[in-house]
């Protein structure tokens, strides 16, 4: 089946340890994006890529980086720099990355800090 | 840049009744594409129905119609013969013409009782 998976579905982070978080698609899409949701809101974009090899900052990119080393792959790398890393994380793409395209989400994975 | 609002953090509808979510935006573009997403308790992100702004017809998908009213900036979602599984938050999300990023609004959760 064609779809966007995401792991782990859980993730611990100690203090001052960097995470990584895994988002594969299969859907042959162009661009990925990461999404940040805290509890009671909405979301917000960390960043996003609209092909191999190059990715823009969203609105709260920092502490955050990113890779995009494969078209189906886009991992995000939690940095010791993010203070208040406890949320829902939500990966998503779309065809082309261009406008009007619909986005198509992950599962989610949840961060939690020890 | 845009803002989504989503005045009614929760409301509750009796399974088979009508209900109405609400959503206004703010924007100085005049093309662009507004969404609304429903997210169910497994956290995964749905799309359940999408609007372009230069299309003055209302979208609909099946249970799930829109109500766009451009002038006013307003998109509001009626899900009509609510079911068990609608019960999710929902929501509105806004694209812009030149671009593939979507902002959200703050989310509306939606209880359906039987």
């Known amino acids: 089946d064609g779809g966007i998976t995401q792991s782990p579905k859980y993730l611990f982070r100690k203090e001052g340890q960097n995470v990584t978080l895994s988002c594969e698609q299969n859907l042959n899409h162009d661009a990925m994006y990461w999404y940040r949701q805290d509890p009671g809101q909405g979301l917000r974009l960390i960043y996003y890529s609209q092909i191999v090899n190059d990715f823009q900052k969203g609105d709260i990119a920092e502490g955050y980086s990113v890779s995009r080393e494969k078209k189906e792959s886009f991992p995000l790398t939690v940095t010791s720099a993010q203070k208040n890393p406890t949320a829902f994380y939500l990966c998503a793409s779309s065809p082309r990355g261009t406008s009007q395209e619909t986005q198509y989400f992950g599962p989610g994975t949840r961060l939690l800090v020890l | 840049a845009q803002t989504v609002t989503q005045s009614q953090p929760e409301m509750s509808v009796q399974e088979a009744e009508t209900v109405t979510l609400s959503c206004t935006y703010d924007?100085?573009?005049?093309?662009?594409?507004l969404f609304w997403y429903k997210q169910p308790p497994s956290r995964q992100m749905i799309l359940v129905i999408r609007?372009?702004?230069?299309?003055?017809q209302n979208a609909t998908e099946n249970r799930f119609s829109v109500n766009f009213q451009k002038a006013a900036k307003s998109f509001s979602l009626k899900i009509s013969d609510s079911q068990l599984g609608d019960t999710a938050m929902y929501f509105c999300a806004f694209m812009r013409n030149a671009g593939n990023m979507l902002t959200f609004g703050g989310g509306t959760r939606l209880m359906v009782k039987p």
């Open positions: 609007q372009e702004a230069y299309k003055q």
């Open positions: 924007t100085s573009e005049s093309n662009y594409y």
